[in-house]
C-alpha cells in the first residue's frame, strides 16, 4: 500500500520526525501522565500510529540517515558530562552500590536468555539492548539496537516493554522506602531526618530536570564539531580492529565484536575526553539537551515500522525478559545493599540509576525529597551511558557467539 507521504518525499518525513519530537518533549514536560510515559515512548507511539494509518511509510531512507548518522552523533553529546573522577568523588557510596546493582542487569539477563532463548526470537539480539539501557538509559538501548542490526519491529516491541516495565518498576521504588518491611530492615537517615517542603506548582519532574540555561554560539558549534570528530575518528579505529582481528576462535572473535564496534571507541573517547578535559569538554552548555532531542528523533524513527499486531503478540513476552531483568537487579541490590549497610535510599537511586538512568533517579530523589542524593543520581546515571554500551556489546557478543 501507498502511504499518504511516499517514501522519497525525505524532507517531509525529516520534518514530521522533527514535529514528533519537538510535541513529545513539549508534552512530557506539560502533563505528569506524559511525564510518567516518558518523551521518548510518546514519540514512538506518535510515528506508530501515522505509520499505522498508512500517512507516512514504514521505510524510507530518511529513516536509514537518522540510523547511520544521527544515531552516532547524538552519543557523543549525552557522555560530555561523564567525568570518570568527578563521578567518583561525588557520588561516593551511591556509586558502589551502584556498581553492584549493575552486576543485577547482567545476571538478570543472561537468566533471562536461559529462561526464554526457545520463545523469544533474536534474542540475542534483544538483550544487549536491555543489558544496556537497564545499565544507563535509552542512548544505550539505540546503540545496542544498531550495533547488533535489530529489526524495527524487534526494536519496537522492545521499547514498548521496556518502557512499561520502566514505569511499573519506578512506581515500585518510589514505594519501597514507606514500606514497613523495608523501614524495618534497612536504615533510612534521610527519611528520617526528612523536612517537608512544599512542591512548586505547574511543573512536571521533567520541565524541573530541563530548566533553560545560556546556550552560545560557540557552543553549538563546539558540541557539532567535537561530536563529528569524535565519531569519525571512532568509526576509522573501529573498522581498522574489526578487518585485522581474525574470527578463528570464540576469544578472538569477542575481542572483534568488542574492538570493532565504533559504539564502544565512541563512548570510550568520549569518556576520556570528559575526564582529562573536563574543564572544557563539561562546560560545553547544550550538549545534553541536543543528544537528548535526537534521540527522541530516533525513538520516532523506531515507532515507524511497529506493527500493532506484532506489539500486541510479542511485547508480553518481552515484557517478561524486562521484568526478569529488572527483578533479578532488584533482588540484588536489596540483597547487597543490606550485607554492605548501604540505606534504603542509597539503594533505590542506585537501582533506579541502573534501570532508568540519570534522569529518572534524579526525578526519583526530587519526588521524594532527597535532595542530597540528586547530584549522585545524574552522576552515576551519567556513568551508566558509558558502562551500558560495554555491558551491552560483551553480553551481545558473548550470547551470539554460543
Known amino acids: 500500500m501507498h502511504s499518504l507521504i511516499s517514501a522519497d518525499n525525505s524532507w517531509a518525513l525529516f520534518g514530521i520526525l522533527a514535529v514528533i519530537a519537538a510535541v513529545a518533549i513539549w508534552m512530557e514536560q506539560r502533563f505528569a501522565w506524559a511525564g510518567k510515559v516518558t518523551g521518548c515512548v510518546i514519540a514512538l507511539i506518535l510515528a506508530m500510529i501515522l505509520s499505522n494509518l498508512n500517512i507516512i511509510p514504514t521505510d524510507a531512507s530518511a529513516y536509514d540517515f537518522v540510523w547511520d548518522y544521527v544515531v552516532p552523533l547524538a552519543i557523543p553529546m549525552l557522555l560530555f558530562q561523564a567525568d570518570v573522577k568527578r563521578i567518583w568523588k561525588a557520588s561516593g557510596r551511591v556509586l558502589i552500590i551502584y556498581l553492584i546493582s549493575g552486576f543485577g542487569t547482567i545476571l538478570g539477563g543472561l537468566l533471562g536468555f536461559a529462561l526464554l532463548k526457545n520463545a523469544i526470537p533474536d534474542l540475542g539480539k534483544i538483550i544487549p539492548m536491555f543489558v544496556g539501557t537497564y545499565t544507563g538509559g535509552s542512548v544505550n538501548l539505540v546503540a545496542m539496537a544498531d550495533a547488533f542490526k535489530a529489526g524495527g519491529d524487534t526494536v519496537s516491541s522492545a521499547v514498548v516493554a521496556d518502557n512499561l516495565l520502566m514505569a511499573i518498576y519506578f512506581f515500585v521504588l518510589i514505594a519501597i522506602p514507606s514500606i514497613g518491611f523495608f523501614k524495618k530492615h534497612y536504615s533510612h537517615p534521610i527519611e528520617d531526618e526528612l523536612a517537608k517542603h512544599e512542591k512548586g506548582e505547574g511543573a512536571t519532574n521533567a520541565a524541573n530536570y530541563w530548566t533553560p540555561k545560556k546556550v552560545s554560539l560557540l557552543d553549538v558549534a563546539e558540541n557539532f564539531a567535537l ?77 515507524v515500522p511497529a506493527s500493532i499486531y506484532l506489539i500486541i503478540t510479542q511485547a508480553p513476552l518481552l515484557l517478561v525478559l524486562a521484568a526478569i531483568i529488572v527483578g533479578t537487579n532488584m533482588v540484588v541490590s536489596l540483597v547487597f545493599g543490606k550485607l554492605l549497610h548501604f540505606s534504603i535510599e542509597e539503594i533505590v537511586i542506585a537501582s533506579n540509576a541502573n534501570i532508568g538512568g540519570p534522569t529518572t533517579a534524579a526525578a526519583c530523589a526530587i519526588s521524594k525529597e532527597w535532595t542530597v542524593l540528586v547530584v549522585p543520581a545524574i552522576l552515576v546515571g551519567t556513568l551508566g551511558y558509558v558502562i551500558g554500551n560495554y555491558y551491552g556489546i560483551f553480553i551481545g557478543t558473548f550470547l551470539t557467539g554460543l
Request: net charge negative; aromatic share 12%.
Open 227 to 303: 561530536s563529528f570528530a569524535i565519531v569519525a575518528v571512532s568509526d576509522a579505529i573501529a573498522n581498522f580492529f574489526a578487518s585485522v582481528i581474525p574470527t578463528s576462535n570464540f576469544g578472538l572473535t569477542l575481542l572483534n565484536g568488542l574492538l570493532g564496534s565504533k559504539y564502544l571507541i565512541i563512548t570510550t573517547i568520549t569518556m576520556a575526553l570528559a575526564t582529562f578535559f573536563h574543564d572544557k569538554v563539561g562546560s560545553i552548555a547544550g550538549a545534553q539537551e541536543t543528544g537528548t532531542y535526537l534521540i527522541h528523533i530516533f525513538f520516532a524513527v523506531i515507532g
